[in-house]
């Protein structure tokens, strides 16, 4: 199954707090589970990303976290500010060079 | 940088006519790549290319073509717009073999009257 179901489909944080976004895929065969922002009026661009035989990926405030036997990802922004709104997409590869996309979560950081 | 450059920002087009999407890279990427992206839907594939005259479909490929004469330009083509078309476009490309980190353009936003 050529899928990737995100939660939530948007979030509200306030400044310093913990952003938590969720992604699960039945595919066993995806290899490279990659996450993107978007902010307004621009395309996404490449976040983060995870290979699956890493549990953990840590760059900066924002960190994945991969568990391969509930085939599930996620993506935490520590100490949310607010230049961190925007939306975001996690996604996996298949074949040699596609990738499918979640749903997308708007997260919106209070100040 | 690379840079992926979309030709328009906004286009509105009427229901029936032939549209061309333009996409144009310049750092010499092998794979190109064009999704729309609806809300709630995420992004979905509608063709990617891995070289000059090459293309193969992805998940949503019904009502579209693609063209890619020239290694730095992929088209995107609706043959007969349709409302249902109306979307934000997006178009990608990625290095090869190193085909991980997609750079996307800004997008088109298509409407269809």
């Known amino acids: 199954q050529q899928q990737v179901k995100q939660s939530p489909q948007s979030l509200i944080v306030q400044k310093g707090g913990i952003s938590i976004i969720n992604c699960a895929y039945e595919n066993t065969a995806f290899d490279y589970f990659p996450w993107y922002q978007q902010f307004p009026g621009k395309g996404p661009a490449l976040l983060i990303a995870?290979?699956?035989?890493?549990s953990e990926k840590k760059e900066g405030r924002f960190t994945i976290s991969f568990n391969k036997s509930a085939k599930q990802f996620s993506l935490h922004i520590m100490d949310s500010q607010p230049g961190d709104s925007a939306t975001y997409f996690c996604?996996?590869?298949?074949?040699?060079?596609?990738?499918?996309f979640g749903q997308g979560t708007r997260l919106t950081i209070n100040p | 940088d690379v840079k992926v450059t979309q030709s328009s920002r906004y286009l509105v087009k009427r229901t029936g006519e032939k549209v061309f999407l333009e996409c144009v890279q310049d750092m010499d990427h092998e794979n190109m790549f064009w999704y729309r992206q609806d809300p709630g839907l995420g992004l979905r594939l509608i063709y990617f290319?891995?070289?000059?005259?090459?293309?193969e479909k992805g998940d949503i490929p019904e009502g579209y073509s693609v063209s890619r004469e020239k290694k730095e330009r992929f088209s995107l083509i609706l043959e007969s717009a349709s409302t249902n078309q109306t979307s934000m476009y997006l178009c990608?490309?990625?290095?090869?073999?190193?085909?991980?980190?997609?750079?996307f353009g800004s997008g088109t936003r298509l409407t269809v009257v």
């Open positions: 996604a996996a590869k298949y074949g040699a060079q596609k990738l499918v």
């Open positions: 990608a490309s990625s290095l090869y073999p190193d085909n991980y980190g997609y750079t």
């Open positions: 995870i290979r699956p035989d890493v």
């Open positions: 290319s891995y070289d000059v005259k090459m293309k």
